[in-house]
């Protein structure tokens, strides 16, 4: 089964950068799969941060739009979220998230999921 292992969180001041990882296993077919990133901080409910729509372009929370960017290694099977101008708002649990169906659409729910990792802007 296809597994997601996260890493790269961890604590910034206001303003700072982090690049969160999201590496992919046995993905045993090769073939891209559809992955998004989510978040959830304490008392809130998990949220969409950035998400691929049809096309192939990546949507992003308008929280997040002109701070937040993704880049892909194909080779390595580890998709980035590189995060800006980091503000105490954006301390949360991220999470990556995936689905196998073959194609990108905001309309199927994502069934894969990795660990999370913290990250604390304070």
């Known amino acids: 089964d296809v597994q997601l292992v996260e890493s790269g969180g961890g604590s910034v001041q206001p303003g700072g950068s982090l690049r969160l990882s999201c590496s992919v296993f046995?993905?045993?077919?090769?073939?891209?799969?559809?992955m998004a990133w989510f978040r959830q901080a304490p008392g809130k409910e998990r949220e969409a941060v950035a998400v691929r729509d049809s096309d192939g372009n990546t949507e992003f929370a308008d929280s997040v739009k002109g701070r937040f960017s993704i880049s892909q290694d194909n080779v390595e099977n580890i998709q980035y979220l590189q995060m800006s101008r980091l503000t105490p708002d954006d301390s949360a649990m991220y999470y990556c998230?995936?689905?196998?169906?073959?194609?990108?659409?905001?309309?199927?729910?994502?069934?894969?999921w990795g660990q999370g990792t913290q990250v604390t802007v304070s």
């Open positions: 046995n993905n045993a077919t090769a073939l891209p799969l559809c």
């Open positions: 998230a995936a689905h196998t169906v073959g194609y990108c659409d905001p309309s199927i729910a994502f069934s894969i």
